[in-house]
């Protein structure tokens, strides 16, 4: 029996094409690439100012049912369709996010595809790639310390102690530093405080980044971060500290969108990384507008399951942006719709048809959800080996009772050729003039009904409850004029409740929501719901233990 090769065998045995070349498909000169050695480079902010926003390509979001252990393969779908595109005729590009250090030595792993739908070099993108993320994490960091020193040199904005909302950050899961004491040793070291850390992929300057429009928006909206209050409550900028300025400095270079490719060399942009469960998942608004300048296809993905990456796609980036998708895809698989039909991990190699029918209601409430933003939906099931005939059929029929199609993907194993039907489906749905894009809630509704919205709208919740505090700190923020403002739903990724072993479809739940975040610079509200946690820790057994360097130098055990 042939071995299986793995992501890792597989992306270090492709035929890399020089970069320039693969930028010259998109016909960008060679003058407008900055190189990070032979297969990655940034493009230029002059070549992205001068590209004309007259020329719109056709919109593609790949999104997902709630994702499980049993698997999904989101990122792989979206690279898979981009190259199936690409093999039917059309001029695609995939647009997807970077990977975060914290599940690549967590759990989750990496974020460049698999098998044969990978975007190439696989170890650069799921490690250090062109420094985008240690970028972000520096400039967040400046501002905590220009904040620490400020207070050091007299506090001459008056800032309360008690209410400094900016907390550290980096890239890399460390459930000690969720909450921290600085500044001790004596008074050469400044004021103790409480403190924290986040992740880098829930840092507010993650969010700017990936919603400014170019480095001038950045600056302004960096300026907009609210640090803290002074003892009347009011908001302290960190324009105030006159941090803005040498932030944006530092994220001058990361701001410019990533060039790579796919294993069958088509044209990728991945850029920036938000988190879907604790901010907006989605790639850069950068990189898919210069994306739809460049191609006639532009397939991108938001994190995790529809009810909280495309939400977010649908309510923040889009309705920001001023984007207006053409088609969803929501991908599935067998194994993943029979562990929401009750099927342990164990057992899901054995034909079972009705927990896969029972399952199929997570799937169902996805499509549902997604066609509330006027978008038309086709269902990917991403092909596993183990998959029958009659749970393949099971899920097709499902589907189709519910007016959409569900199309078997084999790309995994065999690339572009395993998903041409998914590839001419997207082309007749975007084409036929179906979408009729429109956000899911207004932006002059008051801040908790957006969230109350979202709650009963997309998740099927009975109740939002939050405490007198929550409630009357979003009014005050909406009487400091942010009530226009979208919000962004800190939520578990594994089911539709804050319950992540609440699989399924399940409704009439309560969504409690323990803390609200302005994020001013970025454009939105964080509700914080449930357990969620902006700075994760790792499991018992992270994949740390297993990632190493052989005898020749390779890396093993990174995806």
């Known amino acids: 029996m042939q071995k299986v090769k793995s992501d890792i065998e597989i992306a270090r045995a492709a035929v890399k094409k020089p970069i320039y070349e693969i930028g010259a498909k998109l016909g960008i000169p060679p003058e407008q690439l900055a190189p990070y050695g032979h297969d990655k480079a940034k493009i230029s902010a002059e070549f992205i100012a001068s590209r004309s926003a007259d020329k719109k390509g056709k919109l593609i979001l790949v999104t997902a049912i709630n994702p499980t252990p049993a698997g999904e393969g989101k990122t792989t779908t979206t690279v898979g369709l981009g190259d199936g595109l690409n093999r039917i005729g059309k001029r695609a590009i995939v647009c997807v996010r970077e990977a975060s250090l914290g599940p690549c030595f967590g759990t989750k792993g990496g974020a460049a595809g698999g098998g044969y739908a990978q975007v190439i070099p696989m170890e650069d993108i799921n490690l250090h790639f062109t420094g985008d993320f240690h970028a972000i994490t520096s400039a967040h960091n400046l501002l905590a310390a220009m904040v620490d020193n400020h207070l050091y040199w007299g506090n001459g904005e008056n800032i309360d102690l008690r209410r400094i909302t900016w907390r550290r950050v980096m890239d890399m899961n460390d459930r000690a530093l969720r909450d921290i004491v600085s500044s001790l040793g004596g008074v050469a070291n400044g004021y103790p ?42 908001p302290v900028f960190a324009r105030d500290l006159k941090a803005d300025g040498a932030m944006a400095v530092l994220l001058k270079d990361a701001m410019q ?99 896969l029918v029972k399952g199929c209601a997570n799937l ?9 933003f006027g978008v038309p939906v086709v269902v990917a099931v991403n092909h596993f080996t183990s998959d029958t005939e009659a749970e393949i059929e099971a899920v097709k029929d499902y589907v189709s009772r519910l007016g959409a199609e569900a199309i078997l993907c084999r790309h995994w194993a065999e690339g572009s050729a395993g998903i041409e039907e998914l590839a001419y489906k997207v082309v007749e749905l975007a084409e036929s003039g179906q979408a009729h894009f429109r956000p899911l809630y207004p932006d002059d ?29 979003l009014h005050s923020w909406e009487e400091q004029g942010y009530g226009n403002l979208p919000v962004c739903m800190a939520k578990t990724q594994y089911s539709f409740s804050t319950d992540p072993n609440l699989r399924g479809a399940p409704e009439g739940h309560v969504v409690t929501v323990r803390e609200v975040r302005l994020s001013a610079g970025a454009g939105f509200v964080v509700a914080i719901t449930g357990e969620i946690m902006t700075m994760p820790g790792l499991p018992a057994s992270p994949s740390a233990e297993r990632i190493f360097l052989n005898d020749q130098g390779y890396i093993e055990g990174l995806f």
């Open 193 to 234: 405080r409480q403190g924290g850390f986040d992740i880098t992929v829930a840092s507010e300057v993650m969010a700017i980044l990936c919603l400014a429009s170019d480095l001038k928006d950045l600056e302004a909206r960096l300026g907009n971060i609210i640090i803290g209050y002074r003892r009347d409550r009011s």
């Open 364 to 372: 169902g409430r996805h499509v549902a959800n997604v066609r509330k």
């Open 445 to 473: 509704l008051p801040l908790f009904e957006k969230i109350e919205t979202v709650a009963s709208k997309i998740y099927h919740a009975g109740e939002v409850t939050a405490d007198k505090a929550i409630r009357d700190q």
């Open 257 to 355: 969108p990533n060039l790579v490719q796919t294993l069958e060399n088509n044209p990728a942009l991945v850029h920036g990384g938000p988190f879907a469960n604790i901010a907006h998942g989605c790639n850069s608004v950068i990189a898919t507008r210069t994306a739809l300048t460049l191609g006639d296809y532009v397939v991108t993905e938001a994190g995790f399951g529809a009810d909280l990456g495309a939400e977010k796609f649908f309510d923040i980036k889009c309705r920001k942006a001023g984007l207006a998708p053409d088609a969803a895809v929501i991908v599935a698989t067998v194994r993943a719709l029979k562990m929401n039909g009750g099927v342990a991990k164990a057992d899901l190699g054995a034909e079972n048809v009705a927990a």
